[in-house]
């Protein structure tokens, strides 16, 4: 494992990091900004529920322990909320969206991935403003008052909100913001590390680029959609 040189290991501010989850969210959603934002130097990641416990994901293959419940996080630095098919559900959770309400007043940003957004925007966090999401939801995002747009990851800094595109693109979000909350050199140095240099063997990540053949496949395959 490579360490941090003594050189850099100076006094830094911790940085809170927290990422809700909910029954059926988005495994990838949630780990791939953890894997990338966990490494910044006095960052801490935590698991956050309704309740501390297990959570499992949309396929209910695969469960992630929240250590803490949303009242022990009430003031974290950054918030990331993954999606998932469980999201639509997880907008009306009042628990969930009052958290979010609150916890945002005082976040340097408040982000999101994939469906994630419709949450954010169900808490009132997206009025007006252009967001993305899982190509499959521009509708679902825009019935919260958003404007839904392609584009892999969209800020607004002036607000401290950054919302990502689907899944991978949260890999993506996570690398731009250790750039805002460190430097350039961090977010290179975290994609260095994940060895994040994609080369996948298709073409076939973005709606606009697949075939008919391929939907049509997608959907057979998929009967709840992200």
Known sequence: MVQWPEHADVEREPLD????????????DAIGPYETLQRLPGATVTFVANK??????????????ADASFADK????VIVVPGG???RQAMLDEDLLVWIQSAHATT???TSVCTGSIILGAAGLLDGLS???HWGAYAALEKTGATATGTRVVEHLDQRIITAAGVSAGIDMALRLSELL?????????QLMIEYDPQPPFDDGAFEKSSEEVINRLLEYSVDKD
């Open 131 to 133: 967001a993305t999401t």
């Open 17 to 28: 990091i927290v990422i809700p989850i909910y029954e059926r969210f988005t495994a990838l």
């Open 85 to 87: 098919v469980g999201s």
């Open 52 to 65: 501390a416990g297990e959570v499992r994901t949309e396929n209910g293959f695969l469960g992630v322990t």
């Open 74 to 77: 009430p003031t974290p630095d």
């Open 182 to 190: 460190v430097d350039d050199v961090a977010a290179k140095a975290m």
């Open 108 to 110: 340097q940003f408040t």
